[in-house]
Nanobody
Framework: QVQLRESGPGLVKASQTLSLTCTVS??????????WSWIRQPPGKGQEWIGY???????YYNPSLKSRTSIFRDTSKNQFTLQLSSVTPEDTAVYYC??????????????WGRGTQVTVSS
């Protein structure tokens, strides 16, 4: 069973860069064809898909966040990282990493981390 775990600071100051890392305990992030994704859920709102790095290494970012988002990986550690720059309090959310078969949807064979709360202080 694939296990994913998010890590990073729980509190970030406005205008700074949020950086979260997802560690994948089993399963090589470079094999097969998956979307290694970042998703967030602000308080009282629905999920927002931020972006992914595919097993091939290609990336895609939500157009609404593209100018501030970067996703990259460290294959030696089987990790992938989200960086979101110039954060504001509106970026406060629970952030999840996930391995999904289809971008933008969660299926029964997909794996998610438990999520990590990130609060942006003004």
């Amino acid at each position: 069973q694939v296990q994913l775990r998010e890590s990073g600071p729980g509190l970030v100051k406005a205008s700074q860069t949020l950086s979260l890392t997802c560690t994948v305990s089993t399963g090589d992030i470079t094999t097969s064809y998956y979307y290694w994704s970042w998703i967030r859920q602000p308080p009282g709102k629905g999920q927002e898909w931020i972006g992914y790095i595919a097993s091939s290494g290609s990336t895609y970012y939500n157009p609404s966040l593209k100018s501030r988002t970067s996703i990259f990986r460290d294959t030696s550690k089987n990790q992938f990282t989200l960086q979101l720059s110039s954060v504001t309090p509106e970026d406060t959310a629970v952030y999840y990493c996930a391995r999904v078969h289809r971008w933008g949807s969660a299926g029964p064979d997909d794996y998610w981390g438990r999520g990590t709360q990130v609060t942006v202080s003004s």
